[in-house]
């Protein structure tokens, strides 16, 4: 009997832990913090003041509290053309399969990407880049295998250079171990805090493969865009945040720590995702597991540390676990930090309706039929967006 009732309360405090709301009825209200109030209490009303003063205090809190701080120093980096076919997809593309190794402190480690260009560019041409958290059969550089979730040959038709790195090269997506990439690099985050575990390491190697792409005569560095896909498009945001050579930011269906508002706390919430992902975002996030409206910042700041550059966030109707109206609230919620620049987002008061793509507001979005996914769909307006600023 005593068995029995152990059992019962491990349920019931299971169920209580992982419980989700999806119903907006039982939303409480919450108050969200100001990306345009600073820390002292000053009220931000300049680009100069965004950018010398707050900017940066929302960078420090983001990296302290959830992401943990990213590393920016290294000894050297070096790049290897590993393979190369100029007449990939059938004369269409050149393919360069390339190796990063970047040293620190006399150790390295190796970061693999694929890169497809459009053979008869005559300048050079725009490019995206996409973490790749799936199987590496999504991004099958022979072209054997091919998957919406990569659609290379779309991309190279559209005029556009495509590349992909995967996760597990940075940080495999493994809570024993994600610190075999990018963290043997830097021990002494491990420990910390504040240290970046992997997603923060997906941000890393994105911004090493920025590095590559600067040289690439084939690539314009100026137009670049990351891409990313659930826990990828946390990354990308992430990314994008840190790194501004990123021209433009595409965020997935990425949800909680994502582009997704916390203080909702509608489908996966802070708690769960530390509960289920612990290696993902630094320690310091776990202290707000039960106490969200303590966090010193919601993911519509993360958002706009993107400002003034593009960014795009998307959702899927089937797909409530990654709360599709608070992702949306969080671009309508950076509006004002774009406004300083006098950007106007474009976007309406309300959740667009399905298939509906917002493509010519610099905040873009769209909600697809379907479910959890990265498809054809979602590229196809990406690289909508993306001419509609050209």
């Not at 409480?28 to 931000?44: A, F, R, V």
């Not at 009303?45 to 983001?62: A, G, N, P």
């Not at 289920?276 to 630094?282: D, G, N, Q, R």
């Not at 797909?319 to 006098?342: H, I, M, Q």
Request: charged share 20%; aromatic share 12%; hydrophobic share 40%.
């Amino acid at each position: 009997m005593k068995i029995l009732r152990i059992i019962i309360l491990l349920f019931f405090f299971s169920a209580k832990l992982y419980s989700q709301n999806y119903d907006e009825a039982k939303i409480q209200p919450y108050t969200l913090p100001d990306p345009l109030l600073s820390e002292s209490g000053k009220k931000i009303t300049t680009v100069s003041d965004w950018e010398i003063v707050r900017r940066k205090e929302i960078l420090y809190l983001f990296g302290n509290n959830v992401y943990g701080k990213m590393p920016k120093d290294y000894d050297s980096i070096n790049f290897t053309l590993m393979h190369a076919d100029y007449n990939a997809m059938g004369g269409k593309a050149s393919l360069k399969q390339v190796r990063i190794d970047v040293w620190r402190k006399g150790k390295s480690v190796k970061i693999n990407f694929i890169l497809f260009t459009p053979s008869k560019a005559r300048q050079p041409v725009p490019a995206l880049i996409l973490i790749n958290n799936r199987g590496m059969d999504n991004i099958d550089p022979s072209r054997k295998t091919k998957s919406e979730f990569w659609p290379a040959e779309m991309i190279i038709d559209s005029g556009f250079a495509i590349a992909a790195f995967h996760v597990d090269d940075a940080a495999p997506d493994n809570k024993e171990h994600y610190q075999e990439g990018v963290m043997q690099l830097y021990p002494e985050l491990i420990s910390r805090v504040d240290g970046m575990k992997a997603v923060g390491s997906w941000a890393y190697a994105a911004s090493r493969i920025m590095d590559y792409l600067e040289t690439d005569q084939q690539i314009d560095s100026k137009k670049i865009g990351i891409v990313g896909h659930s826990r990828g498009g946390k990354a990308a945001l992430w990314a994008g945040a840190q790194d501004q050579r990123f021209a433009y930011v595409f965020s997935n269906c990425s949800g909680n720590t994502g582009a997704a508002l916390s203080r909702r706390m509608f489908g996966e919430t802070v708690k769960r995702i530390n509960t289920s992902f612990p290696y993902w975002f630094c320690d310091n996030y776990k202290k707000y597991n039960d106490s969200i409206n303590l966090l010193p910042v919601d993911q519509h700041m993360l958002l706009a540390l993107i400002a003034p550059r593009l960014v795009y966030v998307t959702s899927a109707t089937q797909d409530l676990w990654a709360d599709p109206k608070g992702s949306f609230l969080s671009l309508k919620n950076a509006e004002k930090v774009y406004a300083l620049y006098w950007i106007r987002s474009g976007l309406g008061n309300d959740l667009p309706a399905a298939d509906t793509p917002q493509i010519s507001s610099p905040l873009g979005y769209h909600l697809r039929t379907g479910e959890h996914n990265l498809t054809l769909y979602d590229w196809t307006q990406f690289v909508k967006f993306i001419k509609n600023k050209l």
